[in-house]
């Protein structure tokens, strides 16, 4: 099983980034997908929800309203959108696929909003 998450950098306050995550070694359309987001000295917190098929998707207030996330289960492939980022968005991001008892963890991208 693999999760290989990419897209993370270094972008300006009101910028934007657009994160993949690549899953591999399991059935992805079955999974639940989610991104968390770990700062430094933080706990990691989840960012987003996508349901196995696409069609319901939950966000933490913080990012409502700026960051989108998506799949294509044809390209077992979950993404996340990030618009008008800002410093507080800086973390560690993660992919997290869930299924009953079946969890993965990606090994996680830098995100760096800075000026």
């Known amino acids: 099983v693999q999760l290989v998450e990419s897209g993370g950098g270094l972008v300006q306050p009101g910028g934007s980034l657009r994160l993949s995550c690549a899953a591999s070694?399991?059935?992805?359309?079955?999974?639940?997908m989610s991104w968390y987001r770990q700062a430094p000295g933080k706990e990691r917190e989840l960012v987003a929800t996508?349901?196995?098929?696409?069609?319901?998707?939950n966000y933490a207030d913080s990012v409502k309203g700026r960051f989108t996330i998506s799949r294509d289960n044809a390209k077992n492939t979950v993404y996340l959108q990030m618009n008008s980022l800002k410093p507080e968005d800086t973390a560690v991001y993660y992919c997290?696929?869930?299924?009953?008892?079946?969890?993965?963890w990606g090994q996680g991208t830098q995100v760096t909003v800075s000026s």
């Open positions: 070694g399991f059935t992805f359309s079955s999974y639940a």
């Open positions: 996508i349901s196995s098929g696409g069609g319901s998707t």
């Open positions: 997290y696929a869930w299924y009953l008892v079946k969890k993965y």
